[in-house]
């Protein structure tokens, strides 16, 4: 079911999905650096959205990996560390910006980088947890490699990468997965909806119902983008 409001169309992934954003605890806004829609504004405008109906918001962009990527796409050790320095710098002053602009009114909203959960028992747990699925699991490691397929397509201009370059960028996005299974129980909160503004490939297997890599019972999955927007 399509959730219509005044400035973003929502799409929860499953019934579930839809009864915890009924339930408006928690929300997720992962941002990922180098991607032009993460504009301030773009926070802002999210941030204004999700204080009305959320008790919590959390902003966690990706900051893990986003060097060795680079050094895999071609760039010199020195010039990737530099270019992923000058990334992250910027992504992260655009989402301050954007918290402030969006002026919250009392809900609290806290701005992270993935590297602050390096030690994190739950987080360190789910981590583990992607890393041995996506090592003994075909259905994981293809859903993964889609993702890193269509990231990697748009910066080497063709469908073929390389086995280096598949490796950085399953690196980050196995960073990136445990807010998708559990966000509740790394944040402390009772129930969570991670937001982006695309489909993710692996939601399909996430939500699946038996055993495996899945989502927990208290996580859920929207599709959220700007009114006018086509997925």
Same mark, same amino acid.
């Given at each position: 079911?399509?959730?219509?409001?005044?400035?973003?169309?929502?799409?929860?992934?499953?019934?579930?999905?839809?009864?915890?954003?009924?339930?408006?605890?928690?929300?997720?806004?992962?941002?990922?650096?180098?991607?032009?829609?993460?504009?301030?504004?773009?926070?802002?405008?999210?941030?204004?959205? $999700?204080?009305?109906?959320?008790?919590?918001?959390?902003?966690?962009? %990706?900051?893990?990996?986003?060097?060795?990527?680079?050094?895999?796409?071609?760039?010199?050790?020195?010039? $990737?560390?530099?270019?992923?320095? #000058?990334?992250? #710098?910027?992504?992260?002053?655009?989402?301050?910006?954007?918290?402030?602009?969006?002026?919250?009114?009392?809900?609290?909203?806290?701005?992270?980088?993935?590297?602050?959960? %390096?030690?994190?028992?739950?987080?360190?747990?789910?981590?583990?947890?992607?890393?041995?699925?996506?090592?003994?699991?075909?259905?994981?490691?293809?859903?993964?490699?889609?993702?890193?397929?269509?990231?990697?397509?748009? #910066?080497?201009?063709?469908?073929?990468?390389?086995?280096?370059?598949?490796?950085?960028?399953?690196?980050?996005?196995?960073?990136?997965? +445990?807010?998708?299974?559990?966000? +509740?129980?790394?944040?402390?909160?009772?129930?969570?909806?991670?937001?982006?503004?695309?489909?993710?490939?692996?939601?399909?297997?996430?939500?699946? #119902?038996?055993?495996?890599?899945?989502?927990?019972?208290?996580? $859920?999955?929207?599709?959220?983008? +700007?009114?006018?927007?086509?997925?």
């Amino acid at each position: 079911m399509t959730i219509t409001t005044e400035a973003f169309t929502v799409q929860p992934f499953t019934r579930s999905c839809h009864q915890i954003w009924d339930e408006g605890d928690h929300v997720l806004i992962g941002v990922s650096p180098g991607n032009s829609y993460f504009s301030a504004g773009r926070i802002t405008e999210l941030v204004r959205w $999700a204080s009305a109906r959320f008790s919590r918001i959390d902003i966690v962009y %990706a900051d893990l990996h986003v060097a060795e990527l680079f050094g895999a796409l071609g760039y010199e050790e020195d010039h $990737a560390a530099r270019r992923a320095s #000058k990334e992250l #710098k910027a992504v992260r002053r655009r989402v301050l910006r954007g918290v402030e602009e969006a002026d919250p009114q009392g809900t609290p909203v806290r701005v992270h980088g993935l590297s602050e959960f %390096a030690g994190h028992p739950v987080y360190e747990l789910l981590h583990r947890r992607v890393q041995h699925f996506l090592a003994t699991d075909d259905n994981v490691r293809a859903g993964c490699e889609r993702m890193a397929a269509h990231f990697l397509s748009s #910066k080497i201009g063709g469908p073929v990468a390389g086995a280096e370059q598949l490796a950085a960028c399953l690196d980050y996005i196995s960073a990136e997965l +445990p807010f998708f299974l559990d966000t +509740p129980g790394i944040l402390g909160v009772p129930s969570s909806v991670s937001c982006y503004h695309v489909p993710i490939p692996l939601t399909d297997l996430l939500y699946a #119902k038996g055993g495996g890599l899945r989502a927990s019972r208290n996580q $859920a999955h929207a599709v959220v983008r +700007p009114e006018g927007i086509a997925a």
